[in-house]
């Protein structure tokens, strides 16, 4: 994993497309100054499930609370089970203290996308960043106003009831419940919402899925989890200090706001104690109101999140780790000087683990061109920001969407039916997850499930079913409409770089997660490559099919002084694919052993202008050639 880290971080660096520091500066039309600390209302759970409900909602997180109010708003009687310890509705934001917004707005910045259930809930909280506790009772609020939601927290255990379903699927009918006290009871259902962080519902089903970064090629990679903490004597003074620094520091990326603050990106040059297992990055910071300030920004690597001991083992890292991060603050920032530790989050930071299969799957592609969806049920425009995935390595953001939708068929799993997924874990590839796991797009999902459920129920048919309707989604559309969404048809025009002779080559190593253009979509396809670069390319494209390839890319490099300097020929280019696929031909007999074997095209050959000095775009065409060669 980490050899293949490595590669990667060094293509994007080399092509010149990192996309800044991994925080993003935020249109904030919405800016509240803080309020008084309210008072935490409690969750109350019913004693006794009612055998039977029309829909089960799993997961108290923002989407579940979206999909569970608007199920009950649809005439379904519902039941909300949470399966964690908890006793206030929230989840990762509330919990895990996540308490600053990835705002999606339109291109020209000034509407929000996804309205909705979402803004219902954002209207009840100070902005973009928000207290914990006016969060969590925002979503309280919503879900004790809808009398037809039966609550039921700290389940010890939630799983499936199946049956067999029709053409060879699986069926899911409801769930089996673990009480807190260890009672047993079933609650029978027609449709069940999975809305676990994880996707832990559809995964015991046996829906089939990808985890980490699988479906590029290593499954073991997966996103920094973090550990949010909390800085006391953040005084109204100290903040103002905050937002002078920010506003003066000439970073164009930093900002604040009355209830938000995002810079520091000096933070990365922390000098962590745990240097194999953290990095800090820039600072996300959420203001309380209560003098306090919730910090996401320590970064601890090789965690897996759906492994509890993982997750013990993360919070004993972060623990130890977080007040050196402390003192450095107070040491470096005068603004910082009388802060103090408070706590950490209750609930870790998990960026990602599954990504469902769905009957469609969102990909890398759809965000590029900001694609509309003829089912669309949710908007996108957040970066595709791809987190660090070791120390070493620097993180991406991948590219920058104006507007994608999201279809309902993302939410449908292959092979099982009576469930939809919400959230992170539903159908899309791992890059595009990098913008659509924010919370505006999870509770438009959510929202579209309890619409979803009810016409299901009403015309007797199956999600899958639905899904391939499109009277019946037009009318999901319309409803959501009618229900304060706003999915309307839409089109963003072609940017430069989609029409660029070589757009081909691009769009497979930007899916290979081979390239990033940053905040700005500078992918820089006429640039000069150099052999360096070609080699680092090549060693990124192993990972879809390691069989494939028996030998060493860099032996084309081999007694080459600085090729990072070296121009890039075809001849050296076709060298360095033999090379790592292990053909023994001579370098002058690179490219015609290639054109024989089906693995370069006279097509891409003839976007080449000059073939003693590739460009990234060239190099890209020989990449995508390679690819659709190996993996058809």
Known sequence: MRRWMLVISAIIVLCGAVG?????????????KANVKQELAKVSSVDKLQESYDVIVVGTDPEGISAAVSSARNGLKTLLVDGRNREIFGGLMTLGWLNSIDMNYTAEGKNVLNKGIFSEWYDKIEGDSFDVTTAANASHDLVKGEKNIDVLMKAKSISPILEE???GNKKVTGVQVVKEDGSEQKAQAPAVIDATQDGDIMAQAGVP???????VGNKEAKMAVTLVFRLKNVTPDVWKQIQSRLKNDGDPNSGANEVSAWGYKEMSDY?????????MRGLNIGRQNDDTVLINALQIFNIDGDNEKDREEAFKIGKEEIPNVVDYLKKNYPEFKNVELDQTAPELYV?????????????MTDVLENKDQWDRIAFGSYPVDIQRLTPDDAGMVVSKPEQYAVPFRSLVPKKVDGLLVVGRSASYDSLPSGSARVIQVGMAEGQAAGVAVKLS?????????????????????DTLNEQGMELKPFSVPAKKFMKHKQYEGLKTVISLGLVAGGYKNEFNLDEKSNAKRMVNLVGGTKKMKKDAFEGNESEAIKGMNTPEKTPLTLTQAAYTITSALGLSVPKEEAQAELEKQGM?????????QDKENLTNGDAYMLIKDLKHALIP
């Open 20 to 32: 800044g520091w991994m925080y993003f500066k935020k249109s904030t039309p919405k800016q509240t």
């Open 271 to 279: 000098p962590a104690k745990n240097k194999k297992r953290v990095k």
């Open 351 to 363: 960026r990602e683990t599954r990504h469902m299969q769905g009957e469609y799957r969102l990909t």
């Open 600 to 608: 370069l095209t006279k097509e891409s050959l003839d976007t080449i």
């Open 165 to 167: 379903g029709k053409d």
């Open 457 to 477: 129920k009403e015309n007797n048919i199956s999600f899958r079913e639905l899904s391939a309707s499109k009277e019946l989604v037009a009318k999901m559309q």
């Open 209 to 215: 899925f990808t985890y980490g970064l699988e479906d």
